[in-house]
């Protein structure tokens, strides 16, 4: 009967590891399939949704607001857009997740595809155990758990404190080395994986990848294939497509799966979600000097634990949008599309970090802008 159901692929993996860029490139490249997409956000602004319209055949991007799901005949455009912003998935499976899994279901006749984008922060497994949920599990089944790893974040000791310890220390940012947090969603994470990417190895030097690959063999079984990615992949069709139709029934061998969680629960001890522990704010400006903001946010990224900043500025005289990202310290800008003819043309950045002074981080980019909001 799995034959009959909609394959969905999960992919999870930490803030920034490059789980957005994946789904763009698919939604790009992979044509002949109708896809619909859920994307979940930490941050109570919903960024990554706004990347992927761009992408998505027949998604018009246009206001903030905007579901494009159905179209004017019911049916669903080639790729429609659900957004779960505002909380991990793991924690509101039941409110959010499986009433979304319950409309594309009644639809199941224009969809040969489901991606979900989990947050970076989102445990994987409640949501793959939402697949066992009766209304889902008779018409979806989990394709494949690709969990995607920022290479040169590993390398760097980041999130575990196993690797290279010397070297760790040498390149790693200190205030992210060795934080029980960040290793538990690593291992979470990889735990769940049927398909382990290692991203952004563009940015990574061979004895890099040799430790980061060593770090993944020591978590995954053998029998889940790792594959080092890089920007080539966006335009590899072949390779894209091999990633959906994997055929894995992830839901059927749930067991496997770590939820540390789960396992403090068991053991009576109080232990919150590892994101319990991260904060996130929403930065709103009016339009901005871009370079003054990308000097004020690089000042901010040393200066505070913020471990991804994402979101659009407005600069003055540019009629296209400009796509601010920063994963750790390295901080990356690009102009995406025009504003929209009706579209205000301001400035927003979600953070998401430790103990954020949401105050001190305004005040510092507020700097920047030079005209109020409307
Ligand atoms: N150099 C390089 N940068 C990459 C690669 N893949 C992604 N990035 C960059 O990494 C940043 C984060 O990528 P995203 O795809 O937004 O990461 P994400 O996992 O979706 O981020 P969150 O949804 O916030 O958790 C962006 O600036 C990307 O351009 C890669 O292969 N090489």
Redesign the pocket.
């Known amino acids: 009967m799995r034959l009959n159901k909609i394959p969905a692929t999960v992919?999870t993996?930490?803030?920034?590891?490059?789980?957005?860029?994946?789904?763009?490139s698919i939604l790009r490249q992979v044509t002949g399939k109708r896809i619909a997409v859920i994307?979940n956000?930490?941050?109570e602004q919903d960024?990554?949704s706004s990347?992927l319209r761009g992408c998505a055949l027949g998604c018009e991007e246009g206001g903030e607001d905007e579901r494009p799901v159905e179209g004017e005949d019911g049916g669903f455009y080639e790729n429609g857009i659900y957004e779960l912003a505002n909380g991990c998935i793991c924690c509101t499976v039941e409110e959010e997740f499986l009433p979304v899994m319950k409309k594309l279901v009644a639809r199941r006749d224009d969809i040969d595809h489901i991606l979900i984008?989990t947050?970076?922060?989102a445990l994987p497994k409640p949501l793959v155990q939402a697949f066992n949920w009766p209304e889902v599990r008779q018409h979806c089944t989990v394709d494949a758990i690709i969990t995607?790893v920022?290479?040169?974040a590993v390398a760097a000791g980041r999130y575990a404190s196993d690797v290279d310890k010397v070297e760790a220390q040498r390149r790693a940012d200190d205030s992210l080395d060795h934080d029980p947090s960040l290793r538990e969603l690593l291992d979470d994470q990889l735990s769940a994986a049927d398909l382990v990417l290692v991203?952004?190895?563009?940015?990574l030097e061979p004895a890099d990848k040799a430790r980061v690959e060593a770090l993944v063999a020591q978590r995954v079984p053998e029998s889940v294939k790792t594959l080092f990615?890089?920007?080539?992949?966006?335009t590899d069709t072949t390779q894209l497509e091999a990633l959906m139709g994997i055929g894995a029934a992830s839901e059927e061998n749930i067991d496997r799966i770590e939820n540390h969680h789960d396992r403090h629960h068991a053991e009576g001890a109080h232990h919150d979600h590892a994101h319990d522990h991260f904060d996130s704010c929403v930065i709103r400006l009016g339009e901005v000097d871009g370079d003054a903001l990308a000097d004020r946010l690089q000042q901010l990224l040393k200066t505070h634990e913020i471990y991804?900043a994402?979101g659009f500025a407005a600069i003055p005289g540019k009629p296209m949008r400009r796509?601010i990202?920063?994963?750790g310290e390295?901080l990356?800008g690009?102009f995406d599309r025009l504003w929209g003819q009706d579209e205000p043309r301001r400035t927003q950045l979600?953070i998401?970090g430790k103990a954020l002074d949401s105050e001190a981080l305004h005040a510092a980019l507020a700097s920047a802008e030079i005209a109020t909001t409307t």
């Open positions: 992919v993996g930490f803030l920034g590891s490059g789980k957005t860029t994946l789904l763009a994307v956000e930490f941050g960024i990554d990347l984008e947050s970076g922060l995607v920022d290479g040169p991203s952004k190895t563009d940015l990615i890089d920007q080539t992949l966006a991804r994402k796509v990202q920063a994963v390295r990356d690009y979600v998401i």
